[in-house]
């Protein structure tokens, strides 16, 4: 799944896959919550350094809010295990609507 365009913090350097297929996914007015899995160092929730605990905690928090769309940002180099372990976390808080970013090379 490729998203689209959206405001994000400039906290960690993330570089993402590329993808040659169209960008789908959020539009601008929707709410997302932003989980960033860089190649090095800690993973970040809403531009803040967090463990994988406490961001276990914070997932469940902002799942309470149905409205929101959580958007995994993980580095071509990040380790795959731990983006998939993000994205089990953030199905057992009951996030409705989980994403993964990527770059997109459609139409460059």
Do not use: C, Y
């Not at 160092?41 to 967090?50: A, N, R, T, Y």
């Not at 463990?51 to 180099?77: G, M, Y």
């Amino acid at each position: 799944m490729v998203t689209t365009t959206f405001k994000q913090q400039a906290t960690i350097k993330v570089v993402l896959p590329k993808s040659n297929q169209p960008k789908t996914g959020a539009t601008p007015t929707e709410q997302q919550v932003i989980v960033a899995v860089p190649k090095n160092g800690p993973l970040s929730f809403k531009g803040d350094p967090v463990t994988f605990e406490k961001l276990q905690q914070r997932l469940k928090e902002a799942a309470a809010d149905t409205n929101l769309i959580l958007n995994i940002s993980a580095d071509t180099d990040a380790p795959w295990g731990l983006v998939l372990k993000v994205w089990d976390a953030a199905n057992m808080a009951h996030f409705k609507g989980l994403r993964i970013s990527v770059d997109s090379e459609h139409g460059k």
